[in-house]
């Protein structure tokens, strides 16, 4: 069975300030991975997603995620926060071949001035 | 606009009466689910349909039903719903069965049962 582990439930960081957000996962073969945004009384929005290729992803509002294998990792980064970022974020994985995706508890961002 | 709509927005109803949560996507997507998201569970799938006709149970699928007549509908039904029902409800569309696409998420029911 597939799952994905978000192990923090909230993560505070000053703006300005580099952000991390963190996610491990467990999956038969290769897995697609993604990240995902949700702002309060909205539905979540896509990110990112890593395919294939090169293990740093980047994608919408400045964030990237780097791919580690051997840690079976997919954490969620931004060089400098913004308070604009505070949001729930939710890290899914799906094996290669099929639409199966589970997705983490979810963390909360919060980002003070 | 590329959207996935969900209706309604917010519902609260009685034990045992039945009711039902539309979705319309208007991207031709084949691929398409239903979640439910309760605090510290983070976002469980319900169920999914592949194409027209063809759905599937998710991780949860007890005491709901769903039905793909149409590509672009897929339409949630509780038929008796129950207090441990009460979440915020999410329809998803994504282009491919394949996995490798990012789904498109409408913006929530939210549901309470009494």
């Known amino acids: 069975a597939q799952s994905v582990a978000q192990p923090e439930d909230q993560v505070n960081v000053a703006e300005g300030n580099p952000l991390t957000v963190k996610c491990t996962y467990s999956v038969s073969g290769n897995p697609y991975l993604f990240w995902y945004v949700q702002y309060p009384n909205r539905g979540l929005q896509f990110l990112l997603k890593?395919?294939?290729?090169?293990?740093l992803v980047k994608g919408s509002y400045g964030f990237e995620a780097e791919f580690n294998k051997s840690q079976t990792s997919f954490h969620l980064k931004k060089p400098s926060a913004l308070v604009s970022d505070s949001a729930l974020y939710f890290c899914?994985?799906?094996?290669?071949?099929?639409?199966?995706?589970?997705f983490g508890t979810g963390t909360k961002l919060q980002v003070i001035p | 606009e590329a959207q996935v709509t969900q209706n309604p927005r917010y519902l609260i109803t009685v034990t045992g009466k039945k009711l039902t949560v539309t979705c319309s996507q208007n991207m031709n997507h084949e691929y398409m689910s239903w979640y439910r998201q309760d605090p510290g569970l983070g976002l469980r799938q319900i169920y999914y349909?592949?194409?027209?006709?063809?759905?599937d149970k998710g991780d949860v699928p007890e005491g709901y039903k769903v039905s793909r007549k149409e590509k672009r509908n897929f339409p949630l039904i509780l038929e008796s719903p129950s207090p441990n029902q009460t979440s915020l409800y999410f329809c998803?569309?994504?282009?491919?069965?394949?996995?490798?696409?990012?789904?498109?998420f409408g913006q929530g029911t939210r549901l309470t049962v009494v």
């Open positions: 890593y395919i294939t290729g090169d293990n």
């Open positions: 998803a569309s994504s282009a491919a069965s394949s996995g490798r696409t990012e789904a498109f």
């Open positions: 349909s592949m194409n027209v006709e063809v759905t």
């Open positions: 899914a994985v799906s094996p290669i071949g099929y639409q199966k995706v589970t």
